[in-house]
RNA sequence: GGCCCGUUCGUCUAGUGGUCAGGACGUCAGGUUUUCAUCCUGGUAACAGCAGUUCGAUUCUGCUACGGGCUACCA
């Protein structure tokens, strides 16, 4: 293939959504695999709905995602002049012409025809009105729009679909559709077939929502003498309901995604697999093996349902594995990237915070979780709160009466306790002393493990006590008796 | 209503005219010297239906059903 050029057009009347990442990335895909180039191009004709910020936010999104694009930022609110000139040609060679019918109107039309169950047509009223009729009336103040006139003699447009193979369509279903609302706003099919023809876009890839549209951009091309691109329609994103992904029903902003703690890369992993997988059994790809081993011919015809659980699943896999400075480095710059809230999480040491971090990277799958399994890290250890019922575990054969003997075992190997500090020779002592004492695995550690965490679920016992280091140990063991104690005191309170 | 597109486990999907229809996520069970997570092992679960072609169809053809998209002076 030969001077590959894909387009990326959104249009910023909103926050980046899913879908125009998919479709972007695709397009992406097929450019860097062949080496074609793609353009960035603003569909902000809308002057009502199109938003400066909403651009800003599209640009940096796919940027942030690793979405990048040659040459600068197209506009088409730029270009106006050249779709006038373009618009002019059709209405000089007649392939266009103004229609005075007003909106009210057709919308009544419309709803007439709803009504009676049947397909809404233009009638075509002003479709012979004469280029000087028309300049009267519009003297008059009349206000017109500007219809393209569907060619004559009705027949079927074949269109190449590198996703669905051959297409075709027949002109008699098409309306003479309005291509501009005046000389200065064309609307979106008139600067699609304008902007692709010039800038020599060779592949069109697209969601399938766009298939209707497809004829009527190749009548405005063939009009025009223009070549025809190749198509390929991808399938949506759906919602679980298998409707149309959308934000009624989906979380669909790529901001919220980044905010969560979703990583670029699991994001990117994610999009590419909807509607898209090799014939091998790898799922995990970077930006740079999708490059390598995408092809539209492996594109899916069935739309996706965005399934939040598996993009979770793939976001803690590249969570885990990142080296724990990377770790560190994107909560920084997501969760704690105020200055109140590193300070908190500094307040007892960069190492200590480091190694907290290394005890839940494992198990965290989107770093916005981050703060709550940090949370009794950084909690004071006298004053230390939580449910004395935590001590309570079956399985573990402890209730607030035993846990009190537990946790004084505890208390006593750790006060007698000579050795190195760490996890491994904590073990070895407890484990040993625990065998001594007749006492099982479990009777001990558990609630030693919730006297240091004050949770449910947390890190090792071992691990804990490493990180807490012996003084705050014992100060959060003492802690976890008082509490023992209180619940044993309202216990006879409330029996009595 | 019209036009167009689609249909393999709950979800993302692989795959072939003859396969025990494969993998991943989820889920369930077990293990990792008894929390959770991680990791490992195993289990569960699908070719929408009906005809036709064929020795044989999940695979090819047709029809039906179901789902979806579009049907703007939005993109």
Redesign the pocket.
């Known amino acids: 293939m030969e001077n590959i050029v894909v387009r990326i057009?959104p249009?910023p009347?909103g926050l980046l959504h899913l879908g125009t990442v998919r479709t972007a990335l695709y397009n992406y895909l097929f450019a860097k695999k062949y080496g074609g180039k793609i353009i960035l191009r603003m569909?902000d004709?809308?002057r009502e709905?199109s938003v400066k910020e909403y651009e800003t936010d599209i640009i940096e999104g796919l940027q942030k995602l690793g979405i990048s694009w040659d040459n600068g930022v197209i506009r088409q609110s730029e270009r106006t002049e050249i779709y006038k000139k373009h618009l002019q040609q059709l209405l000089e060679e007649k392939k266009a012409y103004f229609c005075f019918?007003?909106?009210e109107e057709?919308e009544m039309l419309?709803d007439q025809a709803q009504q009676e169950?049947?397909?809404?047509r233009y009638p075509e009223t002003c479709r012979h009105i004469s280029t000087e009729e028309a300049k009267i009336r519009q003297e008059k103040g009349e206000?017109s729009?500007i219809r393209f006139r569907i060619p004559d003699p009705v027949r079927d447009i074949f269109f190449t679909d590198l996703v669905?193979?051959s297409?075709?369509?027949?002109t008699k279903?098409l309306d003479d559709?309005?291509i501009a609302?005046d000389l200065e706003t064309p609307?979106?099919?008139f600067c699609v077939v304008v902007d692709d023809a010039e800038m020599q876009v060779s592949h069109v890839i697209r969601g399938?929502?766009?298939?209707?549209?497809t004829p009527k951009q190749i009548l405005l091309l063939e009009a025009f003498g223009w070549n025809i691109p190749v198509y390929a329609h991808l399938?949506?994103i759906?919602n679980a309901?298998?409707?149309?992904l959308s934000k009624r029903k989906n979380k669909v902003s790529v901001d919220d995604y980044l905010q969560e703690g979703f990583l670029p890369e699991a994001l990117i992993n994610f999009l590419a697999?909807?509607?898209?997988?090799t014939?091998d059994?790898e799922?995990i790809f970077s930006l740079a093996d999708l490059v390598e081993k995408f092809s539209l011919e492996?594109v899916?015809?069935?739309?996706?349902?965005f399934?939040m659980?598996?993009l979770?699943?793939l976001n803690?896999?590249y969570i885990?594995q990142k080296s724990l400075e990377e770790f560190e480095q994107c909560v920084m710059n997501s969760v704690f990237s105020q200055t109140k809230e590193r300070e908190n999480v500094l307040k007892y040491g960069n190492d200590f915070f480091k190694k907290a971090l290394s005890l839940i990277q494992?198990?965290t799958k989107k770093l916005s979780e981050v703060p709550e399994f940090l949370r009794f890290f950084f909690e004071e250890d006298t004053s230390f709160s939580y449910s004395s019922d935590l001590y309570i575990h079956k399985?573990?054969g402890t209730d607030i009466h035993s846990a009190q003997e537990s946790l004084h075992f505890s208390l006593q190997v750790l006060q007698n306790y000579e050795g190195e500090y760490i996890a491994d020779s904590l073990k070895n002592v407890f484990?040993e002393r625990i065998l001594e004492s007749g006492f099982?695995?479990?009777f001990v550690?558990?609630p030693l493990?919730v006297a240091l965490s004050g949770?449910?679920?947390?890190?090792?016992?071992f691990e804990l006590l490493e990180i807490f280091g012996k003084e705050r140990s014992i100060k959060r063991i003492t802690r976890g008796l008082e509490i023992l104690q209180q619940a044993v005191f309202s216990l006879k309170n409330t029996e009595n």
Not at 300 to 305: E, F, L
């Open positions: 057009p249009s009347t569909e004709t809308d709905r019918c007003t909106h057709l419309r169950k049947r397909a809404f206000k729009v669905r193979g297409v075709k369509i027949s279903e559709f309005v609302k609307l979106y099919n399938e929502d766009h298939i209707s549209n399938p949506l759906l309901d298998k409707s149309k697999l909807l509607g898209w997988n014939q059994e799922e492996r899916h015809k069935g739309g996706a349902v399934d659980e598996k979770l699943w803690g896999y885990r494992e198990r399985k573990m484990m099982k695995n479990g550690l558990y493990r949770e449910e679920f947390s890190p090792g016992t």
